[in-house]
């Protein structure tokens, strides 16, 4: 059975991928991100605008749930490499089962108590946000590791990552351009519209999930099965391109997060003028939509790397921008902060499509194909990021005196958010460029290993036909 399935699958992992399937990929990330992106772009005002839960408490929830997911993400990559599933494969079957209570966890997180005590309604936040990150971890997982089993062509899984890419942006400049202008609203408006939200959202993801099950497939082809826990090990140790890829990431993160998680403060309190959503979301799709047609040919040109730090260059100037520009020239500013965006849009696109080369390097290095730990330990260093960027401007925001009030912030509480919206993003982007440069995996060097795989599998294949034929000959 497995030599069969190796040589139906093999060929295949080199060929174009259809514009279907490359689209239903996307369709996957998009409903990632009706749960995701709402919470790392809102909850943090949900819980201080809405739930009455103080800026500080909800940096050290951040933290501390978001460490928790890190490790939801080890737990859930080590299901995947012992999974499988004899129709839907290794990853889809996670997608399919996993979607809905995903999606339902997301609604029950944006519904805190109202009439709970303060540590009530702290304990209910803990309690499903942790729930959310679990759920988020099963399917998020899988499917981020599916795109290393569609394709072994770095063109093609650009095109995946591009793809993926499109649902963040579809989402979050969707609630950017709707949602955002609605937050000067009071708390009495703002939570039946979070109701209403993530009760659509149960609706729209779970359609999005099963088009994502129903127009993929996996074709490369693993040697093993299953995969024991020694052997996830052996293939992490010595990934040094892995683990420098993590390092990276974890910083790059933590500054995208936190850009994200203050974003709506700095549009509504800094600059004053939260209706410049709306022209951000449509700036952002425009540039967006430029940047994925691009970007296959751009990493043909450049190579991924180098696009990488071309992405963490970009969020840098913005960043300077964001940091230096007086507040009252609001547009001057409100061009640091779309540039700073386009560079996380950029990372977003280029950065999973490295992720997935790392595959193919342990696999040349221990013979064994273990794409869901590897996807774990890069998710691990993002979930890290995430709650670091999320806590740190958590506490920044609770730093510079913000409590909600109708009447405006005091001018120390905004330049205390203005410095918090460049500063970050800025060291953390220019600490992760520096490691990157040491990374040595480039396509050249990935092309170079995929071939070697190719042709350890090609022997193999033909010992166990000799094998086989030299026992029927006896």
């Keep these: 059975m497995l030599k069969q399935q190796a040589s139906e699958t093999r060929e295949p992992a080199t060929k174009q991928l259809s514009k279907l399937t490359i689209v239903g990929y996307g369709a996957g990330d998009l409903a990632n991100n009706l749960a995701f992106t709402l919470s790392t772009t809102y909850l943090l005002l949900y819980y201080t605008d809405v739930a009455?839960?103080?800026a500080a408490a909800a940096g050290t929830l951040f933290l501390l749930v978001r460490f928790f997911d890190a490790f939801a993400d080890v737990f859930a990559g080590r299901i995947v490499d012992r999974t499988f599933h004899r129709k839907l494969g290794k990853f889809r079957p996670f997608i399919l089962f996993g979607g809905l209570p995903l999606l339902i966890m997301s609604a029950l997180t944006f519904s805190v108590p109202a009439d709970w005590s303060h540590d009530g309604k702290l304990a209910y936040a803990y309690l499903t946000y942790a729930g959310l990150g679990l759920a988020y971890s099963m399917v998020n997982i899988p499917y981020g590791s599916l795109a290393g089993a569609m394709t072994q062509q770095p063109a093609e899984r650009a095109k995946l990552g591009a793809a993926r890419?499109?649902?963040?942006?579809?989402?979050?400049?969707?609630?950017?351009?709707?949602?955002t202008p609605l937050t000067k609203q009071g708390a009495a408006q703002l939570q039946p519209l979070f109701t209403t939200l993530t009760i659509t959202f149960v609706?729209?993801?779970m359609a999005l999930y099963l088009m994502t099950v129903f127009t993929t497939r996996e074709v490369v082809h693993r040697e093993v099965p299953k995969v024991t826990f020694k052997q996830s090990l052996a293939t992490l140790k010595g990934n040094r391109p892995l683990l420098m890829l993590c390092m990276s990431s974890l910083l790059m993160l933590t500054a995208s997060t936190g850009l994200s998680t203050i974003q709506v403060y700095y549009l509504r309190d800094v600059l004053q003028n939260v209706s410049l959503a709306q022209p951000m979301a449509v700036i952002n799709v425009v540039l967006a939509v430029v940047v994925i047609v691009l970007?296959?040919?751009m990493v043909r040109r450049w190579g991924k790397k180098a696009l990488y730090l071309m992405a963490g260059g970009l969020v840098m100037l913005g960043s300077l921008m964001v940091m230096l520009t007086p507040h009252s020239l609001t547009y001057l500013a409100f061009t640091g902060l779309v540039v700073s965006l386009l560079g996380v849009q950029m990372m977003n696109i280029v950065v999973w499509a490295l992720e997935a080369d790392t595959v193919e390097y342990g696999e040349a290095r221990t013979?064994?194909?273990t794409e869901g730990i590897i996807y774990s330990l890069f998710s691990f260093t993002r979930k890290m990021g995430q709650a670091l960027g999320g806590a740190v401007m958590a506490y920044a925001i609770a730093s510079a005196g913000y409590v909600r009030s109708e009447t405006g912030q005091s001018d120390a509480t905004i330049q205390g958010l203005q410095l918090a919206a460049g500063l970050v993003p800025l060291v953390l982007c220019a600490?992760?460029?520096a490691i990157m440069r040491f990374y040595k995996l480039t396509d050249i060097a990935h092309a170079e290993i995929v071939a070697e795989i190719k042709a350890r599998q090609a022997v193999s294949a033909s010992e166990h036909s000799q094998a086989a034929v030299h026992v029927e000959g006896r």
């Design 52 to 54: 009455g839960i103080s």
């Design 431 to 433: 600490l992760g460029m």
């Design 203 to 205: 609706v729209v993801g």
């Design 295 to 297: 970007t296959p040919a």
């Design 367 to 369: 013979g064994v194909r």
């Design 165 to 179: 890419s499109c649902g963040s942006l579809i989402v979050g400049s969707g609630l950017l351009f709707f949602i």
